[in-house]
C-alpha cells in the first residue's frame, strides 16, 4: 500500500492553490471581449514571478501564502493564455484576401472528407500568390472542393472540374478562394469560429475549378501526415470489405474516427438514446476504451505469477490503459478532444504510477490543469467536460484499473457494471446542462452500448485491420445493437429535455450532481437534491399577456424568425438548406426550440424557396402538434409531411391578446400562378403582429410590385420592425413602401459574403435616409426584440463577444 506524503498538508493546500490559480486565470481570459496588446500580458509575467519568489522565500502564514500562490500562478495563466492568443491572432487572413484568388501551394493534412456535393479538407499551407506576388495566408485552411454547377457572377452557372481523388500528404498547388471563419451565432448555439480557432483553422473557402481557372495540379506525395494516410487506406479497405454501407460507415467511424459516412437516421438514433459518444470517438469514448483496455489487461495479467511478482496488475493495467487509448486516439484522428482525453488520462496515470496518492479532489484539479494549460479554450467545450468527469469517476477515484485484491471472475464483472453505472447516472445531470436534453432510455441503452462497443465491436473493429473477416462480425455486432436501439429510441418517453437555465442554477446543478455520486456519508449526498431541482424545474421567461417576442435567428443566408406570445409560438420560415445532409433545422432551429423548451402552435412558411423551407423538415419532425400555413404547392413534398393551409389575406387570429393578421397573398394571386407564373416570391405570406403599442412586419421575399400593391390597397403596414423584404436585395425595399411601414428597427436575414451581395447598398441607403436602424444577421447573429421594449434590440454576437469570434471589417 502506499502512503500519504509526510508534509501532505502543507504541499496540499500550495498545490490546490496553484492548480486552481492556473484554471481560474485561464478561465477569465477566456470572458476577454477583445485581446489587449501582447506587451500588456507580457508585462503582467514579471511582476507574478517576483510575487512567487517572495512567498517561496518569506516566512508568513500558511494561508496568506496560499492566496499568494493563487493569485501569482492566475496572474500568470492569464497572461500565457492571452500571449498565445495574440501570437495566433497575428496570423490570421488579412481581409484584403477575402474572396480573392490566391494561388496556394499546400499539403491535405488530414483525412479528406467525401459528401455528395464534393471533398472537404484541411490544407497546410506552405506556399501562396495573388498575381504572381507573395502573400501571408494562415497556415491551416479548411477547404472545400464541389462538382457539378457553380455560381460564378450573380447569376451564370459555371461547370466545374469533379473533385480529384485527394490523399493525405499529398502536395497540391490549387487556386483557392478564402474568407475568415464566420459561423451563426445563436442563443446557446454551437460555436462554430471557437470550434475552429481550438483547431488552429483561420480560414475557409473551396477550389476554384471553372474552366476559366487552373487546373489544380498534383505537385507528389510527402512522408508529412503517415497517420491520416494510413487511416485513409483503412477506411478504403473498410468499404470495399463490408457490403452493407450502412454497417462499414459505423465500422469507419470506429477505427479511422470518419463519422462522415455515418447516416443521418442512425445519428438520430444515438443520440435519442445518448450513445452518440461512442460513435464520435469524443473523449467519452477514449476514456471508455482505455477502461476497457485497462480491465482486459488486468485480467490477463492476473493470470501470470511471475508477471504479477514484476509488475503488480493494477500499475501494468493502468499503464496499458493508457498507452493503448493513445494509440487509438491517434489511429481515430488524433482530434482536439481525443489530445486532451489522452493528456488528462497521463496525467493522472503517472501520479498513481509515481506512487503519490494524493486525495481525489486534487486529482481531478491536476488533471484540469494539465488540459488548460495545453489548450485554454478547453474550457468551453461541452466534451471536456463530459470527458473531464468521465475520467474522474473511473480514473482519479479509487476504482477501475487499480481494483487491488483476489476476487473471482463474476465479482470483478458486477464490478465493472457497477463502474459503468455510476458514470451514466454522473453524467446524466451534466449532458442535461450541456445540451439541455437527457435521454431516459439512455440510462439502458448506455448500460448495454458501452460494454459492448468498448470490450466486443470496437476490438473487433481493430482487428479487422490485421484479418478482414472480423469486419464482418463487427458489422454483425453493430446490427444487433441498432436494432435494440430503435427499438428504445421509438419509446414514448425516450428522451426528457428541460430549457437552458441561467449559470447560477447550472452550478448549482453540477455540484448537486457530483455530491450525488460523491464518496460522502448519505447524509451529505441528499444535499445533492435539492441543488438539482432548480436544473430540472427551470421555466424560461415568456412574454407578459398581450406582448410578443421576435427571435431572428442566424440561420445564414434565409428567413426563420420565431414570435412567442405568453403561450403561443410560430416560426415564420425555416431557413436555408446547406447541404443535401445539413439545413437550417437540424443544425440551428431544432436546438434552439429546445433550448427555449418551446412548442410550435402555427408553422409559417412563406414561399417555396429553399433558404425558406431548407428546415422545415427537421422542424415538422420534432413539432408534430404544429400546423403549417403556407404558399407552398399543393404537390409540394412538404405536404406529405403535414398538410398546408393556404396562407391568404384576411386571415387573422388572436393569441394571448396579440393580433396576428395576413396581408398577402389574396386568393387571385395563386391563379396568376396557376397560370404559369414563374416567381414564388410573390406569393410570399405577409404576416403583421401588432398589440396596442408595438407592430413588426414579417414580409418573406415580396418584391416591388407586391410592395407597390399592399400600398396601393391602403392596407395598414405600419409596424415598428421590418423584416427586411427579400434580405435587402435590390428587387425590393421601394421608398414608397417603406414610406408606409415607417419601420423604427429593420433585420436583415442574410449570409456572410453571400453569393448575391445581399444587403444591396442602394437599399441600405434607403433606410439610412429614414433613419431607420437597419441590423444585419451577420453582424448582429440572433436578433431578439420584445415589444414591451420596442425601441431596443439585443444581438446575440455582440452579446457574447469573444476575442476569438469573427468581426465584420
Ligand atoms: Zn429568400
Known sequence: MHTAHPQWPGIAAHLTAALAGWVLGTAIQLQQPALWDWLVYASIVLPALVLLAWVAHKNIASL??????????????????GLRATFFLHSALSPSLEGRDVDVTGVVAALPQRNESGL??????????????????????????????????????????????????????????????????NPQGFDYELWLWEQGVQATGYVRATARD????RLGQTW??????????????????????????????????????????????????????????????????????????GWLWRRSARLCQAVPAPVAALACGVVLALAYALFSGWGVPAQRTCLMLAAVALLRLSGVRWPWPQVWLLACAVVVAADPWALLQAGFWLSFVAVGVLFATNSGAADEGNTGVRARFVAAMREQWVITVALAPLTLLLFGQVSVVGLLANALAIPWVTLVVTPLAMLGVLVPLAWDMAAQGIGWMLLCLQWLAALPWATFSVATAPWWVAVAGVVGGVALVAPLPWSLRGLGVPLLLPVLLWQPVLPAQGEFELLGADVGQGNAVLVRTA????????GPRYSLESDAGHRVLVPLLQTLQTRLDRVVLSHRDTDHVGGAAAVLAMQPQADLLSSIAPDHSLQSMR????????????????????????????????????????????????TARASALLVGDIEQAQEARLVADDTLLKATVLLVPHHGSQTSSSAEFLNAVQPAMALVQSGYRNRFGHPAAPVMQRYRERNIAVHESPRCGAFTWRSDQADAAECTRSMG??????RMP
Request: proline letters at 5%; glycine letters at 6%; aromatic letters at 10%.
Open 120 to 185: 472537404r479538407f484541411r490544407l497546410r499551407v506552405e506556399d501562396a500568390q495573388r498575381d504572381g506576388i507573395a502573400v501571408d495566408l494562415p497556415p491551416l485552411v479548411d477547404v472545400g472542393w464541389y462538382g457539378g454547377l457553380f455560381p460564378n457572377g450573380s447569376d451564370v452557372l459555371a461547370l466545374q472540374r469533379q473533385p480529384a481523388d485527394l490523399k493525405a500528404g499529398e502536395r497540391w498547388r490549387m487556386t483557392l478562394r478564402l474568407k475568415a471563419p464566420h459561423g451563426s451565432r
Open 214 to 217: 487552373p487546373v489544380p495540379q
Open 224 to 297: 508529412q501526415h503517415p497517420v491520416a494516410l494510413a487511416r485513409q487506406n483503412v477506411r478504403e479497405r473498410i468499404f470495399a470489405a463490408v457490403e452493407q454501407r450502412q454497417f462499414a460507415g459505423l465500422i469507419a467511424a470506429l477505427v479511422v474516427g470518419d463519422q462522415n459516412a455515418i447516416e443521418r437516421a442512425d445519428w438520430d438514433v444515438f443520440r435519442a438514446t445518448g450513445v452518440a459518444h461512442l460513435v464520435a470517438i469524443s473523449g467519452l469514448h477514449i476514456t471508455m476504451f482505455a477502461w476497457g483496455a485497462a480491465l482486459l489487461t
Open 643 to 690: 398538410p398546408a393551409q393556404r396562407c391568404e389575406e384576411g386571415q387573422r387570429w388572436d393569441w394571448d391578446g396579440v393580433q396576428f393578421e395576413v396581408l398577402h397573398p389574396r386568393a387571385q394571386d395563386y391563379d396568376a400562378l396557376d397560370r404559369g407564373d414563374p416567381k414564388p416570391n410573390a406569393l410570399s405570406c405577409v404576416l403583421r403582429i401588432s
Open 801 to 806: 463577444l469573444r476575442y476569438w469570434h469573427h
Open 64 to 81: 496568506w501564502r496560499a492566496a499568494a500562490v493563487f493569485t501569482a500562478v492566475a496572474a500568470l495563466a492569464f497572461a500565457a493564455s
Open 567 to 574: 403561450r403561443h409560438a410560430l416560426l415564420y420560415d425555416a
